[in-house]
């Protein structure tokens, strides 16, 4: 079977607290599996507040794996030290849907084609 990992993104939404933040959502084959909130600063000038840069996701024996880095700005250089690899669980309920083989490493769609 194949799969499609896909991704995407909202920024600057006001949630039903009032507060703004920027989500990132998560798709397998269309179904949503993960949705997660992005580092959000209202005090950042307008276009400066996507700091964060999320990249490298995948998902592996029920989790979603991630490298996280923090932008600095222009001209800046990002050390080995400065990125974070993390992982998020997924629930297993909704990946038993899918019959992924365990230690299948699906791959973001767009990661596929190049």
Not at 40 to 49: A, I, M, V, Y
């Amino acid at each position: 079977m194949d799969y499609k990992l896909t991704a995407h993104r909202q920024y600057s939404h006001r949630d039903s607290d009032g507060k703004c933040r920027n989500h990132i959502s998560f798709f397998l084959n269309d179904v949503l599996i993960l949705k997660q909130k992005i580092p959000f600063d209202t005090n950042w000038e307008r276009g400066f507040d996507r700091k964060t840069a999320i990249y490298d996701c995948y998902l592996l024996n029920g989790r979603l794996y991630q490298k996280r880095v923090k932008h600095n700005g222009c001209g800046s250089t990002i050390n080995a030290e400065d990125i974070r690899e993390v992982y998020y669980p997924v629930s297993k309920k909704l990946l038993a849907q899918f019959n992924i083989p365990k230690d299948f490493k699906v791959l973001p769609y767009d990661a596929k084609s190049k």
